[in-house]
Nanobody, 125 residues
Framework: QVQLVESGGGLVQAGGSLRLSCAAS????????MGWFRQAPGKERECVAA????????YSADSVKGRFTISRDNAKNTVYLQMNSLKPEDTAVYYC??????????????????WGQGTQVTVSL
């Protein structure tokens, strides 16, 4: 089992940047494919980025492509989401998720067994 703790959320003006971190504890971090999801009030949860166990391949949703970058440091048991050029529509609770095994990245919430508690990101005009 793995425990996930997100950090780095906050309030930022449009056009600004934030970097979210998700620290994992428990079993070998490199055993897990990781994803970042977000959910805004009244909206469905969506995957914004995902990364394979090795970090060799990544996915970014069209809504964030070119602005958000997912990365991981397996030596530090941490996955990151660098968010640049933030927009008010990026406002949401952001969650990291972990899935054990597999060779791909995964973009559906049902494919992940472990979730963090979430961190709020608010982008103001």
């Amino acid at each position: 089992q793995v425990q996930l703790v997100e950090s780095g959320g906050g309030l930022v003006q449009a056009g600004g940047s934030l970097r979210l971190s998700c620290a994992a504890s428990g079993r070998t971090f490199s055993s897990y494919a990781m994803g970042w999801f977000r959910q805004a009030p009244g909206k469905e949860r969506e995957c914004v980025a995902a990364i394979t166990r090795s970090g060799a391949r990544t996915y970014s949703a069209d809504s964030v492509k070119g602005r958000f970058t997912i990365s991981r440091d397996n030596a530090k048991n941490t996955v990151y989401l660098q968010m640049n050029s933030l927009k008010p529509e990026d406002t949401a609770v952001y969650y990291c998720a972990a899935r054990e095994g597999g060779i791909n990245y995964y973009t559906q919430g049902t494919q992940y067994a472990y979730w963090g508690q979430g961190t709020q990101v608010t982008v103001s005009l």
